[in-house]
Each structure stands twice: as C-alpha cells, then as structure tokens.
C-alpha cells in the first residue's frame, strides 16, 4: 500500500474511532513513520517472524495495550466497533488482515507512553519515542533518517 492509501484507509477510519483526543498531526506522522519503519507498508506478517499487521505487533505487545490503564477502555471500544472479542490472542490474530484495528493499536501503544508525542519534524525525539514504544529488535536508525522524512512529505 502506499502512504496516502495506508492514511486514507486505515489511519483516518482508526482515528475516527478512537477518542478525539488521541488525534493528531503528530500521532499521524508516528504512525506512518513507525509502519514505514517496521513494515514499508509491504507486509501484514513478519517474514520468519511472529508479528503481524504493518506495524508489527507480536502477542506480547498486544497483550501490554489491552492491560494498560490508559489504552484498555479504547480498545476494548475499538475491537466493539471492528465486532472482535477483546482478547489479546484475538487481536493479535486480526491485525494481520484488519489495517484499521492495526493502525488503532498502533496509536494505542503510543498513548500509553507518558511523554508527549514529538513534535512533528524532530527526528531525534521520534526516533526516542519510536525505540521506547515499540522496543525493536534490531533498532536501525540509518533506515529512520530516509524514511521520517518520507512520512513527512506525505503529510503534505
């Protein structure tokens, strides 16, 4: 998929069922730059790996975003509205089909950090932000440096 069609179909309808607050410019730029990051909007399923969706959510992530305090309620709200049982092993499952509940737990997992999101533009702070919230395994930052500022572009 590319940018404007990951943003028309799957980060707007997510956004729209989330809490408005969770709404933003910035948000929408992690989003796009981590989805850039994880998957290039290329793969649902991790090759040789466990995780799934474009941005690559592997059980035990899915698992931190249902029992966290600040993200619990509007995902038990999004998995209603996307008519899924609130399990983790459930959502874990549906995001590798489900882009719009992918992008919601993506959003989800950055809300759960009590830092606010950077500002749109601060590479650095994003890619602090991106590093503790999603934890990548192999962390490449030369891949963030050409690809941020994609995700940017496409913010225009």
């Known amino acids: 998929m590319t940018i404007s069609e990951i943003r028309k179909a799957a980060i707007a309808p997510a956004m729209a069922l989330l809490p408005g607050s969770m709404n933003s410019p910035a948000a929408e730029l992690m989003l796009l730059a981590i989805g850039l990051q994880e998957s290039g909007f290329r793969s649902r399923h991790q090759q040789g790996g466990p995780a799934h969706g474009y941005w690559q959510f592997e059980l035990a992530g899915v698992r931190c975003v249902l029992q966290h305090p600040k993200s619990q309620a509007p995902l038990l ?12 092993p459930e959502i874990y499952r549906a ?9 919601g737990v993506a959003r989800l997992l950055l809300w759960t950090d009590p830092a606010p999101l950077p ?5 650095e702070a994003s890619w602090r932000y991106y590093q503790r919230c999603w934890r ?9 440096n050409d690809l941020y500022p994609q995700a940017m572009a496409a913010m225009s």
Not at 97 to 103: C, G, H, K, R, T
Not at 119 to 123: K, L, T, W
């Open 77 to 88: 709200a999004l998995c209603k509205a996307r008519k899924l049982a609130a399990s983790a």
């Open 95 to 103: 995001l590798e089909f489900d882009d719009i509940l992918a992008a």
């Open 119 to 123: 500002a749109p533009g601060d590479i």
């Open 136 to 144: 990548p395994g192999r962390p490449r930052y030369d891949h963030w």
